[in-house]
């Protein structure tokens, strides 16, 4: 099930009922504020079900998770690994990621009135190893990371994320890129 599924399904007046959701996050606390405020709210005819509940990146094991029990996985300020990713495209599992605590509170309030805004879809361009990084004093200091593409390309334009054990540890551009 998708939150836009979930949407049309409520509209069309269809006992749904439960909106099954796991949730990771980064950090214990994190994951337990969303939970808490996930669960507040549920009405009468529509209620939110956490599932699973845990900190660390999002694995195989969850995607397989919410594959049985038709749930959504939400992700704070972690990612997928690659095979998780892949095996949600596969088995059609959604993966909706955050940073936010609030924009994922919205989308699932927005998901229960039946009023869920267009999707945002985020698009992989391709994936790279850090081999080796190198500190360079001179105006500040400035870090480059010595990288090896794993899969598709890598653009100068794009947007990229560091990300170490599964989480998050930069989002933003790429100051210069050299064969």
């Given at each position: 099930m998708k939150l836009g599924d979930f949407s049309r399904l409520f509209a069309e007046g269809e006992a749904?009922?439960?909106l099954p959701i796991?949730?990771?996050g980064d950090v214990d606390g994190s994951v337990q504020?969303?939970?808490d405020a996930l669960e507040q709210l549920g009405t009468p005819e529509v209620q939110v079900d956490i599932v699973h509940r845990a900190a660390g990146a999002i694995n195989e094991s969850d995607v397989l998770l919410a594959e049985t029990s038709g749930a959504i996985v939400m992700g704070f300020?972690?990612?997928p690994d690659?095979?998780?990713r892949q095996l949600a495209e596969r088995n059609g599992v959604e993966i909706k990621l955050y940073d936010v605590i609030?924009?994922?509170v919205n989308d699932v309030h927005a998901t229960l009135e039946g009023m869920l805004s267009p999707e945002q879809k985020e698009t992989l361009l391709g994936a790279a190893?850090?081999?080796a990084i190198f500190r360079i004093k001179g105006k500040g200091v400035r870090t480059i990371a010595g990288c090896y593409v794993t899969e598709g390309v890598i653009d100068r334009k794009a947007k990229v994320r560091v990300i170490r054990d599964?989480?998050?540890v930069y989002d933003g551009g790429v100051g210069s890129l050299k064969r």
């Open positions: 749904v009922g439960v796991i949730i990771k504020a969303v939970a300020g972690v990612r690659a095979k998780a609030y924009n994922a190893e850090i081999r599964g989480i998050v």
